[in-house]
């Protein structure tokens, strides 16, 4: 039983100052790559599964900004590279972004979502609220695109540089991005269901509160629509008493 | 049904020599390796000209223009452009939402009020703006078609140059909620109210309908029983 929040963070670097790079080590361009099981840069074994005794909730991402590559070659050692890329996210075979026509897109910019965050750096200005819910049973992933086309790059260096070829070393990073949630199991994720079925939002302060209400009605069935009311009515009044005490009030 | 976070960005560099449009969204981009130059053109933004940044054939564009669904509502909050002569306008169906003091529409929220600056530009004021919001947001229903125009102050990009940096392309971007399916009648709903539309409120609202449906649930048993009190019970 817990609450957690986790994180995730993909690194896209070069892999030998010795080596020649390979193209086929890095992401095509405008191919959408999973962070989590794409093949390029750090993955994990299985993609993300939502068990059925978790609930997870998306509240936060970005990616390196930037739009021009910008490379710089010294020594063919290729030192940088900006990726253009944008991050989508996929839960089961559904993609969270569509654009103005209703259809798949790439997703956020780097730029309108950048990672790494400075500490003078101000807040972005994409922001995922509403947070995403990923429920029991669901698969869920993080895809990355890169506009520039960095394979094409080293294919058309090695070309012009014969038989000289270009290499990456591991101190070049290329993209970076990284994914903020909050993981909720055991007992917490069914809360998480009843928090859902009440149309009340799920976060860490709503499944606390609603975990409070449980021990406070020790004893008794919890399973009635008589129960559910009383929670209902309990959450509107908690409301009432912030839009009182908090000034809070329904936003625009 | 949902209500999702959704965002737009345009930008005016397309690939090649000769393009001024990429209709299939964000181009690919490839790189000289003996320059480091693109392969592209910041296209050539005219001054006082209104580009839709959907379907304004320059630079990333959609097939067709926005259109919302019977089952679609959304909500502007946020947008932002650059450089710093441009501005964005809201347009819905034929009316701008930006207009001077004498009722005629103008180039709209400037660069300068809410900028979406590179993210190579580190630090300054000039990045101030990032926290303005629409406030009220603009609604546009279901039916209607949309789009952002973006227009500058002075010519961008004269003889379409290839851009040697990221503050050599201008950009415009647009932040949005949303609603479709359920969320989308309870949205109209609370239009119908005059209850702003938000995310929290749609919340709010469901929860309303969810109660009001327990309740009478509750009172349905509590008559049942009543009902059934007095009678006999019989086996089957």
Redesign the interface.
């Known amino acids: 039983m817990a609450i957690t929040y986790q994180n995730y963070e993909w690194t896209l670097k070069g892999q030998s100052a010795t080596v020649a790079a390979d193209p086929s080590d890095f992401p095509p361009?405008?191919v959408e790559t999973s962070i989590f099981v794409g093949g390029f840069g750090n993955n994990i074994e299985i993609p993300p599964f939502v068990t059925e005794d978790q609930f997870v909730v998306i509240e936060k991402f970005g990616s390196t900004?930037?739009?021009?590559?910008?490379?710089?070659?010294s020594s063919a050692l290729l030192t940088n590279f900006v990726p253009?890329g944008?991050i989508q996210i996929v839960i089961n075979t559904t993609g969270?972004?569509?654009?103005?026509?209703?259809t798949w897109?790439?997703g956020?910019?780097?730029?309108?979502a950048?990672y790494p965050f400075g500490t003078?750096d101000?807040?972005?200005?994409?922001?995922?609220?509403?947070p995403v819910y990923v429920l029991p049973e669901q698969t869920w992933d993080i895809r990355y695109t890169m506009?520039?086309?960095l394979p094409?790059?080293i294919r058309?260096?090695n070309t012009?540089?014969n038989p000289d070829t270009l290499k990456i070393p591991p101190s070049t990073t290329i993209a970076r991005c990284h994914v903020q949630y909050h993981l909720f199991d055991g007992p917490d994720s069914l809360i998480c269901h009843q928090l859902l079925?009440?149309?009340?939002?799920i976060n860490v302060e709503n499944v606390e509160w609603y975990r409070r209400i449980l021990l406070k009605s020790r004893g008794l069935d919890t399973s009635t629509?008589?129960h559910?009311?009383e929670v209902?009515?309990a959450?509107?009044d908690r409301?009432k008493k912030y839009e009182e005490l908090y000034g809070r009030t329904?936003?625009? | 049904m949902s209500?999702?976070?959704?965002?737009?960005?345009w930008?005016n560099?397309v690939p090649g020599s000769t393009a001024i449009v990429s209709n299939s969204?964000?181009?690919?981009?490839?790189?000289s390796?003996?320059t480091?130059n693109?392969d592209g053109r910041a296209i050539e933004i005219p001054a006082l000209v209104p580009y839709d940044i959907?379907v304004g054939g320059v630079g990333n564009n959609?097939?067709?223009?926005?259109?919302l669904?019977a089952n679609q509502l959304i909500v502007v909050d946020?947008m932002?452009s650059y450089p710093d002569s441009a501005g964005l306008n809201i347009r819905i169906g034929t009316t701008r939402y930006f207009q001077n003091p004498d009722g005629v529409p103008d180039i709209g929220m400037p660069s300068s009020a809410m900028p979406?600056q590179?993210?190579?530009i580190p630090?300054g004021e000039s990045?101030?703006g990032?926290?303005e919001e629409i406030?009220?947001?603009v609604y546009i229903l279901p039916g209607q078609t949309?789009g952002i125009e973006f227009t500058s102050f002075e010519t961008l990009n004269a003889g379409s140059p290839t851009?040697?940096?990221?503050t050599d392309?201008a950009?415009a971007?647009v932040?949005y909620l949303?609603i479709d399916g359920p969320d989308q009648l309870i949205a109209t709903r609370l239009l119908e109210q005059n209850?702003?539309i938000?995310?929290?409120?749609i919340?709010?609202y469901?929860?309303n309908?969810?109660?009001n449906r327990?309740?009478a649930?509750?009172g349905i048993?509590d008559a049942l029983e009543e009902r059934l009190a007095g009678k006999e019970r019989r086996l089957i």
């Open positions: 361009a405008s900004g930037g739009v021009l590559a910008e490379p710089t070659v253009n944008f969270y972004y569509q654009d103005p026509q209703n897109q790439h956020i910019s780097g730029d309108a950048p003078t101000i807040p972005p200005s994409y922001v995922l609220d509403p506009m520039n086309n094409q790059f058309d260096w012009a540089n079925e009440l149309g009340i939002p629509w008589e559910y009311l209902s009515q959450y509107r409301e329904r936003k625009a | 209500i999702r976070r959704q965002a737009y960005e930008r560099i969204g964000h181009p690919v981009l490839n790189y390796v003996t480091g693109v959907m959609l097939e067709e223009p926005a259109m669904r946020h932002g979406f590179p993210i190579t630090t990045q101030l990032f926290f406030t009220p947001p949309w851009p040697t940096s990221d392309i950009r971007y932040r949303l209850i702003p938000s995310a929290e409120n919340q709010w469901k929860q309908l969810i109660r327990l309740r649930d509750l048993e």
